[in-house]
Each structure stands twice: as structure tokens, then as C-alpha cells.
């Protein structure tokens, strides 16, 4: 048997244990039994779909299912509330595991770079998101929303979520999974305006037309464009916006749902403003934000992108960046700091003399960057998994290669895996070191069934509200409470 830490429970590392799983069992010299650790710093799996999805998207948040089965199967076990660099190290994780997989994602934004970043009242829109979506580093109360103006940086798909959840009447998410305090702040909010802000132009942006539509079907919301700044020459004297439209459907998409704003009328409790080709150049306040400062940008003739040295100031008492994204590094493994990845080839680990390094692999963002979508995260994990099997397990690469993509892959058979009992045994003890290590340290990883009676509690206080299917429970305490009664 082959055992397997995977370090992350979301998309990533799920997907990343599902294709060891299924490819192993599919191996053309023959089944491979695989067991899979899955560790993860907090005490519920499941990542970006639990804690970074808005509450309002329920057919993304309904991806937890799928995962769901991932860590059903019995090749699987999940251990929360364990933190690699503190909990167990590298070395622990290498001395118990024939292989360690790397999993843990980007959760830290970029900063914007410019002066009055750090006043009161300027967040990263990720600790936002973290807010309203209950993860359990954020406080319910660190956000109150009494600014009646607020700037969203950037022009992807959270800024795109940020701004919906601002501009949205907050009855709309009573059936959604919304922490109740977090709900209460939106039913108090005074936010009035929200001004979504491009540092480029409308065809460089990234949402997608699907979340870009859902802007403009918010009820009580009047969504306004500027109709110069949706031109696509006049602040791109270099063709390439008009040919991103032309080879881009996409871009086609979004630029029909943005000029049908344009030509309607303005009306709605709620303002949302979009805009292009303006980058912040400072946040103004003394004791908190009261405005950003934008230059207006342009790309020239020869695409080369710059300011235009004219500038323009916005009323905004709360300014939240949403400019990308980065991982952070995880103790003792190697780290990019440019590129905010682990070194790799295809998955593989590598040292600082560029070779593999044996048994360490990396998957999902911490492999690649923040690109792509939830689904990404699938054939990325099928990549690093065959190349941790070519190394391992010792099937040729030209077989490993061959097989089919992991979502065509079935699990292994239960009565295939019933025979493996002796070798099970075997590997049950070796996985009894890391245990051996935790208890040591006094740590009680979370079970999968302790999660269970997270989901139960939170379906239980949803009964209680009024509210829908599931409420999260809205901090550490609750959590552990749920997870852990009798240590109450």
C-alpha cells in the first residue's frame, strides 16, 4: 500500500486524493491500494468552495458535494485542525508518508502599493469574503459597513462577488448559508454606492459574463457604465481591446451586458458603479479612508500600458482591494518569491538545484498561481498524481500517461480493496507515527465524523432561524463546540 499525505482540503487537495485513488486502481500493471491523509490547518474541509464561494452562488457552494464523496471513500481520512509548521513539520510529514502532496492555495491578496493602503477602513477583499462567508479567522464583527461610499478594487470575479453582496437587499440571502451576525450587518448596512474600479480596460477584464449578468438582474441596484470608458479606442490607441473582442466571446459577452447598462435609466435604492482605465494612486483619510485618488490610464500605440497623468478623486469610506492573489510559504518547503509558487516540474517538487526532490509534490494554486476556475483544479491534480505515481509506484510513464482523465476514472472495487487487508495492516502502523507525533504534541486531529456534526449543527441552527438548508456556525468557539460537545 501506498500512503499519501495530502496537505489542503480544498478543491485542490480533494481532486489531488480522488485521482490517487482512482489512478492507482487503474494502474495497466496491475491495482495499486493507496491510503490518503488529508490534512488541513482548520477543522472543516472543503477550502475555497466553504470559505471563499459567496453565499449566493449555490450551484458552485453545491461542488462540496461532489468533494463530499472524495472524503467518503475509504481510502481517505481527513485530519483537521492540523497546521503544518506548527502542529507537525515537513520532516514528520516525510517520515511518515511514502509521498507528501502540497495543496494549500493563495490566501493572501496583493497589495495595492500606494499611499493610504493601510488606514482604517482599506481591507483586503479576501478578509471581506472570509467575513461574509464565516470563515473562522475573522471576527463576525470586523466589519460593520457604516461607509455609505465604497471602492472595489479591481474587475475579476470576487470583485464581482464583493460588489454583489454589497449592493444586494440582504433578505435575499436569508435561505443562504450566511453566518447570522454577518446577515444582521448587512440588514444594518449603509452602504449606498459601491464603485467597481478596472486598472484596464472592459475587454482586459476577467469576470465572467455569467457573473457579470447577475449585476445587473439585482433587484433595487441601477448599474451604471460610462459609455466612453466602454469604447474600446478611446483609451487604446494599440487594437488590441478591439481584437480581444473580435477573437474573445467572452469579452463579446461581457461588452453586450455592460452597454445594455448604459442605456438604461438610472433608478434603485442602491448604486453600482463600473469603471475602466483608472488605477488608485492614493487612499485619503486621517484617522479612516474618506476617498481614492484614480489616474486615468491608456494603453499607446504600441501597447505599451501607462498613466496620463489625469486624476480624479471618488467619495469612499471603505476601500477593498481585489488585484490578485498570492500563496504564502509553507516551513521548510521550497518557495518562489516572484512567482508566489513552489518550484515544480509538472507537480514535482523541485530543489534548489532545479532536480526533483523525492516523495514532495505540489498541486492547485501553490503549483501554478491563481489561474483558472474550481474545475481547474481537477486536471492539475491528475498531472501531479501521475507523476507521483510514475515515481513510486514504478509504472512506466508512457502507461501512467495513458490514463484516462480522472473523472472517467471509477473508484476501485470494495472487494478488491477487502483482499488488500494484510497490506492494509501494514500501512496503518506506518501511519501511526504521524499520530504517534500529534499526540505527543497533545494535538486531536478532526475526524470526518466530527465535521459531520459540524454540518448537523449548522443544519440544526438553519431549523432554528428560519433559514434555508444550513447556517454556518460563526466562529472557532462554535465550531469546536459542535465538533467536540463533551469538551465543553
Given at each position: 500500500m501506498l500512503q499519501v499525505a495530502v496537505v489542503g482540503s480544498g478543491p485542490a487537495g480533494l481532486y489531488t486524493a480522488e485521482a490517487l485513488v482512482k489512478q492507482a486502481a487503474a494502474l495497466p500493471g496491475g491495482p495499486l491500494r493507496v491510503r490518503v491523509d488529508v490534512l488541513d490547518r482548520l477543522p472543516t474541509p472543503y477550502g475555497l468552495v466553504r470559505y471563499g464561494v459567496a453565499p449566493d452562488h449555490k450551484s458552485i457552494k453545491s461542488i462540496a458535494q461532489y468533494l463530499r464523496k472524495v472524503l467518503e471513500s475509504p481510502d481517505v481520512e481527513?485530519?483537521?485542525?492540523?497546521?503544518?509548521?506548527?502542529?507537525?513539520?515537513?520532516?514528520?510529514?516525510?517520515?511518515?508518508?511514502?509521498?507528501?502532496?502540497?495543496?494549500?492555495?493563495?490566501?493572501?491578496?496583493?497589495?495595492?502599493?500606494?499611499?493610504?493602503?493601510?488606514?482604517?477602513?482599506?481591507?483586503?477583499?479576501?478578509?471581506?469574503?472570509?467575513?461574509?462567508?464565516?470563515?473562522?479567522?475573522?471576527?463576525?464583527?470586523?466589519?460593520?459597513?457604516?461607509?455609505?461610499?465604497?471602492?472595489?478594487?479591481?474587475?475579476?470575479?470576487?470583485?464581482?462577488?464583493?460588489?454583489?453582496?454589497?449592493?444586494?437587499?440582504?433578505?435575499?440571502?436569508?435561505?443562504?448559508?450566511?453566518?447570522?451576525?454577518?446577515?444582521?450587518?448587512?440588514?444594518?448596512?449603509?452602504?449606498?454606492?459601491?464603485?467597481?474600479?478596472?486598472?484596464?480596460?472592459?475587454?482586459?477584464?476577467k469576470f465572467t459574463t455569467k457573473e457579470l449578468r447577475e449585476l445587473g438582474e439585482l433587484p433595487g441596484v441601477s448599474v451604471v457604465v460610462h459609455p466612453d470608458e466602454l469604447d474600446l479606442n478611446a483609451f487604446d490607441s494599440s487594437g488590441q481591446s478591439a481584437s480581444l473582442a473580435e477573437s474573445d466571446r467572452r469579452v463579446r459577452g461581457n461588452l453586450v451586458a455592460m452597454r445594455s447598462w448604459a442605456q438604461r435609466p438610472a433608478g434603485g435604492a442602491r448604486k453600482l458603479t463600473v469603471r475602466f482605465w483608472l488605477r488608485p494612486a492614493e487612499i485619503h483619510g486621517t484617522e479612516r479612508a474618506a476617498g481614492i485618488t484614480l489616474e486615468r490610464t491608456r494603453l499607446d500605440d504600441t501597447g505599451v500600458f501607462g498613466g496620463t497623468g489625469e486624476y480624479e478623486t471618488l467619495d469612499a469610506q471603505m476601500v477593498l482591494r481585489s488585484v490578485g492573489y498570492q500563496s504564502v510559504p509553507l516551513e521548510g518547503v521550497p518557495f518562489d518569491p516572484k512567482s508566489c509558487t513552489v518550484p515544480n516540474a509538472e507537480g514535482r517538487v523541485l530543489g534548489p538545484d532545479g532536480d526533483p526532490l523525492p516523495g514532495e509534490y505540489v498541486a492547485g494554486w501553490l503549483k501554478r498561481g491563481p489561474t483558472g476556475v474550481i474545475g481547474t483544479n481537477k486536471s492539475d491534480a491528475a498531472e501531479t498524481v501521475r507523476c507521483l505515481l510514475e515515481d513510486l509506484a514504478g509504472a512506466p510513464g508512457s502507461n501512467i500517461a495513458a490514463l484516462p482523465r480522472a473523472g472517467l476514472l471509477k473508484y476501485p472495487d470494495p472487494a478488491t480493496a477487502a483482499s488488500a487487508a494484510d497490506a492494509a495492516d501494514a500501512a496503518y502502523t506506518q501511519a501511526s507515527r504521524l499520530a504517534d507525533v500529534l499526540g505527543e504534541r497533545g494535538v486531536r486531529p478532526v475526524s470526518y465524523a466530527e465535521w459531520l456534526r459540524i454540518e448537523t449543527a449548522e443544519a440544526e441552527l438553519a431549523k432554528t432561524l428560519g433559514r434555508g438548508e444550513r447556517v454556518k456556525l460563526h466562529n472557532r468557539a462554535a465550531i469546536w463546540s459542535a465538533c467536540r460537545p463533551d469538551d465543553d
Open positions: 481527513f485530519l483537521g485542525g492540523v497546521h503544518l509548521g506548527e502542529d507537525v513539520t515537513r520532516e514528520d510529514l516525510l517520515g511518515a508518508y511514502d509521498a507528501v502532496v502540497y495543496a494549500t492555495g493563495a490566501m493572501r491578496d496583493r497589495k495595492l502599493g500606494i499611499p493610504g493602503e493601510d488606514l482604517p477602513g482599506s481591507y483586503a477583499a479576501t478578509d471581506f469574503v472570509n467575513w461574509y462567508c464565516g470563515h473562522p479567522d475573522l471576527d463576525s464583527s470586523a466589519f460593520t459597513l457604516d461607509a455609505e461610499s465604497v471602492a472595489v478594487i479591481g474587475v475579476g470575479n470576487v470583485a464581482v462577488d464583493v460588489a454583489r453582496i454589497l449592493a444586494r437587499d440582504p433578505a435575499e440571502l436569508h435561505g443562504t448559508d450566511v453566518p447570522q451576525p454577518v446577515l444582521e450587518a448587512l440588514h444594518a448596512s449603509k452602504v449606498r454606492e459601491v464603485h467597481m474600479i478596472g486598472r484596464r480596460g472592459p475587454a482586459q477584464a
